[in-house]
């Protein structure tokens, strides 16, 4: 059995290093940027040093996992420190959806480097590391504003506003374990399915305790994670991005020990509703588990997309297409439950029926309308008197803000009892196992970016 890890390019110059490697259980292909040689600078060389890993990965069909620590292109190489770039960004790109392709930051990444993140489909923050494609001087120098490195594009910055990072490590142990995390969840390459993660959980559990989670309230707030412990094996799960976008939770868990994407509307950020960057980081994550064979779980509870002047002007057509169309372009199994509202655009955005959702599942909490009572009524009742408009709000939650509806018209397969839906949850993923796909055959299809 070969000795692992084996260094590759082991004579070429530069600050690049690639070698094949074990990370827990998986081969894995790995580039790693030392920032003790000139600072991390990428010569020529070094571009073809990290293309060699990436194409190396593609070929074997194994995860390419980046260590970068960068100060940018070597200044002093020319024109020719960009083409190296160029030359690994065009080997990344061809990895994606091909191979997992995982970037640890231990360091600085500055200008071409730091795009290498935006290029992966995880991203690892070590503290005291940053990462940004203009310094704090040349922000200084064209707006005047005065920030540190860490203020800048630190992993705090990452992690809560741009939504880079997907994970932060305390250091570069942490995020070694983090790597071997995420690959527990991962396939080796988009042609098999994710590897069983074990679990003594049985599958026959009931979940009493979701009953106590949701408040009689229509407007009670909770926390959906506390919803996704309960059904998923041994009450575990590994969220990204979870600082960003948190009215949106994203995670991998596992559900009868097969590995899933977890997609869940957060009740205790804007109410669950949808915003550009929920819409963007569930597009993304959806595309994700679709490329890599992870079935989809959606918990629904949603009023909506949030409103606002500011969103509208910012794109928010744009961006909400883009939850739109990762479901509606998923081949993967995809079971959806909906636990109290789902209303309008954002009910047919997350995993409905008509997006080609496999099997929607709902409790007898569910309410699904085109809109709440209040605002349906202050839209077709304009004229009438406080009085009136309490009766038609009582009368439209009684006629429409149920399940039952959407049953008969066949837009729900089956209203559950709570204290059943990891069970049925789990009979759902194990009905849908041999579920095969394919999209009609084209060059590709045109992402709303």
């Given amino acids: ?34 920032g003790s040689m000139n ?14 890993a990436a194409f190396t990965a593609l070929e074997k069909r194994i995860p390419l996992i980046g260590f970068v620590e960068s100060s940018g292109a070597d200044i002093l190489a020319g024109i020719g420190a960009a083409h190296g770039w160029g030359t690994a960004a065009r080997a990344l790109v061809r990895c994606s959806g091909v191979v997992p392709v995982i970037i640890v930051v231990t360091g600085p990444a500055v200008s ?70 995420l690959l527990r969840y991962l396939p080796p390459h988009a042609d098999v399915e994710p590897t069983t993660v074990a679990s ?6 009931l979940t009493p305790e979701l009953l106590d989670i949701i408040p009689e309230s229509a407007t009670g707030s909770y926390d959906v994670r506390d919803i996704v412990r309960s059904i998923v094996d041994d009450g575990e799960m590994l969220e990204l991005k979870a600082s960003w976008a948190t009215n949106l939770v994203t995670a991998f868990a596992s559900i009868d020990g097969r590995p899933v994407g977890i997609v869940a509307n957060q009740p205790q950020s804007l109410a669950g509703t949808l915003d550009i960057s929920a819409s963007q980081k569930g597009g993304r994550f959806v595309a994700l588990c679709d490329a ?4 989809l779980l959606t918990l629904v509870d949603t009023s909506g997309f949030y409103p ?117 949850v789990g009979a759902c993923f194990e009905i849908l196992s041999s579920k095969r796909e394919r999209l009609p055959k084209r060059r590709h299809d045109n992402s709303p970016l």
């Fill in 308 to 424: 606002g002047k500011d969103l509208e002007w910012r794109g928010m057509i744009r961006y909400g297409a883009q939850m739109a169309f990762a479901y509606a372009r998923a081949t993967v199994p995809r079971v959806m439950v909906t636990l109290r509202k789902s209303y309008g655009g954002a009910y047919i955005v997350m995993d409905s029926k008509n997006m080609g959702n496999d099997l929607a599942l709902a409790w007898p909490t569910a309410e699904i309308a085109v809109m709440g009572a209040k605002g349906a009524v202050e839209i077709l009742y304009r004229r009438a008197t406080a009085e009136e408009r309490l009766a038609l709000e009582r009368s439209y939650e009684e006629r429409l803000l149920n399940p039952y509806i959407a049953s008969e018209r066949g837009s729900i397969d089956a209203i559950i009892d709570p204290t059943d839906t990891r069970r049925l």
């Fill in 39 to 52: 600072q991390g600078a990428l010569s020529p060389q070094d571009g073809e040093s990290i293309a060699f």
């Fill in 112 to 181: 071409g480097p730091a795009l290498f993140l935006g290029l992966a489909d995880a991203v690892i923050m070590v503290e005291h590391s940053y990462a940004f494609v203009s310094g704090p001087q040349m922000v200084r120098q064209f707006t005047g504003e005065e920030l540190t490195n860490n203020e800048l594009g630190g992993p705090a910055m990452h992690a809560r506003t741009s939504g880079v990072a997907s994970l932060i490590a305390a250091d570069a142990a942490e995020a070694n374990m983090l790597v071997a995390e």
């Fill in 292 to 295: 890599f064979n992870l079935p």
């Fill in 200 to 205: 003594n959980d049985p599958i026959s559990r």
């Fill in 1 to 34: 059995m070969t000795q692992l890890p084996l260094v590759l390019r082991a004579g070429t110059p530069g600050s690049v290093r690639t070698r094949a490697d074990r990370i827990g259980d998986q081969l894995v292909m790995t580039f790693a940027i030392d």
